[in-house]
């Protein structure tokens, strides 16, 4: 063995955590770039309120609303909340930091058992879409982690009954944070049992415990047993359109990840090669996706996302490559530099794209302070990214679909838009919006920018 491939062995996850956790705390996010996720922290500030739900009064028409546009898993939520309630709302980003240190503290241990090259990990330093979303509050996150304890698990010299229980356990917990992860977990727990079906009750055993956290915050929250979260719907016509960014998002965004799949040839093969591809499919017939909104590159970063739970496969998929094939192992190596420039420099670079929308929320913050607000509550569009409930007190608010033609503002009320000519589909969004006070007496009094194409138009009376 070389000198680099000794060191690499020795110390490179120490590099790989040291400089995540360095890079990250001296860019640590402030505010999130996905509307998505307005939902998952106000939901969690509720629920560190001791309430499910996060509610104002409408000054306008006196009516409760609720400032959670749209109903979600409540897992994310819930790791939130302990984040909040133990330091406060800015605390959330902790959440994920702690998220991708202990995922992959558990995949470098699975990699030593299995006798497999630590460089492996370089592939999680030099994804593109983990290094983003690490700085979010989305549900991809505990996704990620929960399939490397799973890698943890499963990846043992010999199942065991406690085995079975754990990774029947994080099969039916995976259900708390999002329906698709059952396509990951769920065949490993399967493989075990046709491997030694006697470990068949402790796997129903793990199993129940597992679903028991999601079946009562459901109840409590949305008071059903099973709440199922909104899907686009699924369609074979999507399969062939999400081809082109798919293939951007598997060859580059978590880089020659079909190609270490396809060439894993370890424990369980045809399951975890079934498995990765499944999931794969599954995405692809998945109508919903962002290059709608965004474009093909912005919106295969945005929809990479998705594909994030299976980065933890993938590394045990390069490793077990890499110990067969000495162009795999090369690979790896020039990885391993590559992620000790990209894990910092990402981190700085997302900040400095944060930073404009950080901006944003502050100014909003600043021109609404102590004023009655009207705006989209709806999520239609992307204003609620802005009016943002980590950096702003959320209190004299009203919905902008309430307003009627001729009505009279108080010098004390503002009205906030968000307007963008980014895609037809913004465009449309924000036109919408528009229309409804184009015949009120009102003036443009403040145009807050964001990025190229995307700005905020601030209304007052005239």
């Known amino acids: 063995m070389s000198a680099v491939r000794l060191y690499i062995e020795k110390y490179y996850p ?15 996010p402030e505010n999130w770039m996905i509307t998505d996720s307005y939902n998952y922290v106000n939901q969690a500030i509720a629920f560190s309120e001791g309430t499910t739900t996060f509610t104002r009064t409408d000054f306008l028409s006196g009516e409760s609303i609720s400032m959670i546009p749209a109903p979600y898993n409540t897992g994310t939520s819930f790791l939130l909340s302990l984040a909040i309630g133990a330091i406060g709302k800015q605390a959330i980003f902790l959440i994920p930091l702690i998220q991708v240190l202990l995922s992959v503290y558990l995949l470098s241990l699975t990699l030593i058992r299995n006798q497999y090259t630590q460089s492996a990990l370089s592939i999680l330093g030099l994804s593109l879409a983990l290094m983003f979303f690490s700085r979010s509050t989305m549900s991809c996150m505990p996704s990620f982690m929960l399939v490397s304890i799973a890698c943890f698990f499963f990846f043992r010299a010999k199942a065991s009954r406690y085995t ?9 917990l995976g259900f708390w944070f999002r329906e698709s992860n059952i396509f990951l977990l769920a065949p490993l727990v399967v493989y075990v049992l046709y491997k030694n079906i006697r470990l068949f009750l402790p796997a129903c055993i793990g199993f129940l415990l597992g679903l028991s956290p999601k079946i009562i915050a459901d109840k409590v929250v949305y008071d059903t047993y099973w709440f199922f979260s909104g899907s686009s719907g699924f369609s074979l016509k999507s399969l062939v359109d999400h081809i082109p960014e798919y293939a951007i998002i598997l060859m580059l965004l978590l880089p020659f990840s079909l190609f270490f799949i396809v060439s894993y040839k ?12 499944a999931f794969i499919v599954l995405y692809l017939v998945y109508q919903y996706s962002a290059v709608d909104f965004s474009g093909l590159l912005k919106g295969s970063f945005l929809t990479s ?21 000495r162009i795999t192992h090369k690979i790896l190596q020039l990885f391993v530099l590559g992620s000790i420039v990209c894990i910092p420099l990402s981190q700085y670079l997302f900040k400095q794209l944060y930073a404009h929308h950080e901006q944003a929320s502050k100014a909003v913050q600043q021109n ?29 608010v009203s919905s902008i679909q309430h307003l009627k033609e001729k009505e009279k503002l108080s010098p004390y009320q503002v009205i906030l838009i968000s307007r963008s000519d980014a895609s037809p589909e913004k465009k449309m969004r924000a036109d919408s919006m528009k229309s409804i006070i184009h015949h009120l007496p009102t003036h443009l009094y403040k145009k807050i920018p964001i990025d190229e194409g995307n700005w905020i138009e601030l209304y007052k009376a005239q």
């Open 266 to 277: 370890g424990k369980a093969d045809k399951t975890i090669k079934s498995l990765s591809i």
């Open 305 to 325: 996302r998705f594909m994030i739970p299976l980065l933890p496969l993938i590394v045990i998929c390069a490793g077990e490559s890499a110990s067969r094939s």
């Open 164 to 172: 079975a229980l754990m990774l029947s356990i994080l099969a039916g």
């Open 368 to 396: 609404t302070n102590g004023k009655e607000t009207f705006y989209d509550l709806t999520g239609y569009t992307n204003i609620i990214r802005y009016y943002n409930p980590l950096v702003s007190e959320v209190q004299k």
């Open 14 to 28: 120490y590099v790989w955590v040291i400089l995540f956790f360095i890079s990250y705390l001296l860019f640590f």
